[in-house]
């Protein structure tokens, strides 16, 4: 497999070093070269297939000999440990719940995947240390996906007392090959900390430094395994995708699947107001912005990071239109609807699944005959305050978060001084 720049087609690396480095060394981001068409006895007969089997037809497709089967079966086998559910709301609209993995989110599948192959592509060099500076929840996924994963340590660096209890303990009772730092200071200051660390010489020397970007193409692969897994649960001709967005990485590995064969017949680009890309689909004008902060927060960017990622596959607004719609919608709306879903249908939606319902709804009343499947991106527990002031009820949490918080939180106290965490990491040995 080779992957090239969006900064330069010419610059081009194979899978390890796109998985070991996240970004080009011109800031572009990486993109495979070919996206092969899948097989259409594959494609026609999905329902054959496990999840773990559909992620390693797709995977062998996309690495070509890139990896052995036995390893490549191996790295599918430790990551793909949690289902992709569809479950149907009612008539025309499902939802694919991707909110099964332990810090109850779709990054689960991306931090996870990726953990895997980093250890794999290293597994012959000088153990990893990867820092990880988090205002929550990037670092609860990371925390998760990287527990245990041989020849890998992972350093958390958090604001004291500016996460919620739940993240808390998803970054500091994992133990294991996962260290946190309470830093007393702000998300900038731990964010600060760590860019100082990867240019500081002697922490250099001592470690094997490497980060945990949310833009390493190893994120986006996993995700278009479960659009297959999806399409899978359906029975429809007619299957429109809704995707919550923010940046974007989601939709993006939805575009490799249809690229790939899968018969997707449109997707929704649907956000909160932060309506960048939807804006770009009507006026043809990409304006990105400071972002808004709302309810659905995990979305709440205003300069989506994979929007490079999907002009590479259409590089005009026109040709994007063909595949995609954009459409957005406010607090309020999100509110009136979990509220309106949990009483008609008993489900409980979280903020950004209601995004992914008000954008079903909207597009099936012109298109009554099509399948409407919107992504779950996140378990409603995760927003517990908006969601129990919506359905007036209790949400149930799943027993693996009563677990974790029965667990003891372990963090080293350290200042926002740079030195101070500098010489932490190097007597810590
Ligand atoms: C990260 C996240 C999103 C946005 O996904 P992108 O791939 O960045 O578009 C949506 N919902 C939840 C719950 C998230 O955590």
Known sequence: MKLYSTKNKNLIVDLKEAVLKSLAPDKGLYMPTDLP??????????????????????????????????DLMEIITNSMTFPAPVVNIHDHISTLELFH????????????????????????????????????????AVAAGFLKTPGIEVVILYPSGKVSDIQEKQLTALGNNITACEIDGNFDDCQRMVKEAFLDKELNQQYNLSSANSINIARLIPQSFYYFEALKQVKSKHVVVVVPSGNFGNLTAGLM????????????????????????????????????????????????????RMQEIYPDVDSMRNDILGMWFDDDQIRAKIKEVYKRHNYILDPHGAIGYLASEKYLKGNPNDHLIFLETAHPCKFIDEVEKAIETNVPVPSSIKDLMQKEKQAHALTSKYEDFKSWMLQKN
Not at 268 to 295: C, F, K, W
């Open 37 to 70: 068409k899948l097989d259409d006895r594959f494609i026609e007969n999905l329902s054959s297939f496990s999840f773990q089997e559909i992620a390693f037809q797709v995977c062998s497709a996309l690495f070509k000999d890139t990896i052995a089967p036995n």
């Open 101 to 140: 993995g332990p810090s109850l989110a779709f990054k689960d599948f991306g931090a996870r995947f990726m953990s895997q192959l980093m250890s794999y592509f290293n597994r012959n060099e000088k153990d990893l240390t990867i820092l990880v500076a988090t205002s929550g929840d990037t670092g609860g």
């Open 257 to 308: 699947a249809k690229q790939m064969g899968l018969p997707i017949k449109k997707f929704i680009a649907a956000t909160n107001r932060n309506h960048v890309v939807p804006d770009y689909l009507d006026s043809g004008n990409y304006t990105p912005m400071e972002s808004i902060q709302t309810i659905a927060n995990a979305m709440d960017v205003g300069s989506p990071s994979n929007f490079t």
